[in-house]
């Protein structure tokens, strides 16, 4: 299996299967929601387009943020411990600053679109294991279109673990992993955590970290005009 590691979202890898991985927070809350019992998670890129699928879906929570702060009459911001308990909807409308666009556009790039976190880190390595694929690509969000240390964390993390023929980005990923002594140093280190830092929102950062406690793998079912459907 070929693993290569797309350190920002301007690279725009496209394989088989692709891991989009946004752990701070975006595809660690979507895996939340649906382990919760949300049946899916329509992803926007824009604010608007969420509100307005929002309306035509009815039944349905609004969730997400941008620059970390809740959205203005969502119901919902983007802290995974929001999506804990009983689901407020079968279906949630999300959008965030930088993980539900990658999203849209790697569905657009890959056969397989997988969403990688953390809390799901052994379910997804079992998950891209069983596809069989020979060539996957494992898609980082950062921030604001710059690389990000919390993504290419776990980018190094699911590289190591799946191993076979790493190219030299999936060993660049790999070395920082392997930099950090825990999890949450490396999540700290980053500026999606610097972002959370000292706001109520910090301990996401801690709860981000926690590994392979969720045994769900979210993954990209179909588009919806121009959102993409999670589920699991
Ligand atoms: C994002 O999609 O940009 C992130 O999940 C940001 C956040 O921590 O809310």
Same mark, same amino acid.
């Given at each position: 299996?070929? !693993?290569?590691?797309?350190?920002?979202?301007? @690279?725009?890898?496209?394989?088989?299967?692709?891991?989009?991985?946004?752990?701070?927070?975006?595809?660690?809350?979507?895996?939340?929601?649906?382990?919760?019992?949300? @049946?899916?998670? !329509?992803?926007?890129?824009?604010v608007?387009?969420?509100?307005?699928?929002?309306?035509?879906?009815?039944?349905?929570?609004? &969730?997400? @943020?941008?620059?970390?702060?809740?959205? @203005?009459?969502?119901?919902?911001?983007?802290?995974?411990?929001?999506?804990? &308990?009983?689901?407020?909807?079968?279906?949630?409308?999300?959008?965030?600053?930088?993980?539900?666009?990658?999203?849209?556009?790697?569905?657009?790039?890959?056969?397989?679109v997988?969403?990688?976190?953390?809390?799901?880190?052994?379910?997804?390595?079992?998950?891209?294991?069983?596809?069989?694929?020979?060539?996957?690509?494992?898609l980082?969000?950062?921030?604001?279109?710059?690389?990000?240390?919390?993504?290419?964390?776990?980018?190094?993390?699911?590289?190591?673990?799946?191993?076979?023929?790493l190219?030299?980005?999936?060993?660049?990923?790999?070395?920082?992993?392997?930099?950090?002594?825990?999890?949450?140093?490396?999540?700290?280190?980053?500026?999606?955590?610097?972002?959370?830092? &000292?706001?109520?929102?910090?301990?996401? !950062?801690?709860?981000?970290?926690?590994?392979s406690?969720?045994?769900?793998?979210?993954?990209?079912?179909?588009?919806?005009g121009?959102?993409?459907?999670v589920?699991?």
């Amino acid at each position: 299996m070929r !693993i290569r590691v797309a350190l920002t979202p301007a @690279e725009q890898l496209s394989a088989p299967i692709g891991v989009v991985i946004d752990v701070l927070r975006a595809t660690t809350t979507i895996a939340q929601a649906l382990a919760s019992g949300y @049946e899916r998670v !329509i992803c926007t890129t824009e604010v608007d387009e969420a509100r307005a699928i929002a309306v035509q879906e009815g039944d349905c929570a609004l &969730g997400g @943020e941008r620059h970390t702060v809740k959205i @203005e009459g969502f119901d919902f911001g983007n802290s995974p411990t929001e999506y804990l &308990g009983t689901p407020a909807a079968r279906t949630l409308i999300f959008s965030t600053t930088n993980g539900t666009p990658l999203l849209v556009s790697a569905a657009e790039r890959c056969e397989t679109v997988l969403l990688g976190s953390l809390a799901t880190l052994d379910a997804v390595v079992q998950a891209v294991r069983a596809a069989g694929a020979d060539d996957v690509v494992l898609l980082c969000a950062g921030v604001l279109g710059e690389l990000a240390i919390d993504d290419v964390y776990v980018a190094g993390r699911l590289a190591e673990l799946l191993g076979g023929d790493l190219c030299d980005s999936a060993w660049a990923a790999v070395h920082l992993a392997r930099s950090f002594p825990t999890a949450v140093a490396a999540l700290d280190a980053s500026q999606s955590g610097r972002n959370l830092h &000292g706001s109520v929102l910090e301990s996401d !950062i801690a709860w981000c970290a926690r590994e392979s406690h969720l045994a769900v793998v979210p993954r990209f079912a179909r588009m919806i005009g121009t959102a993409a459907e999670v589920t699991l």
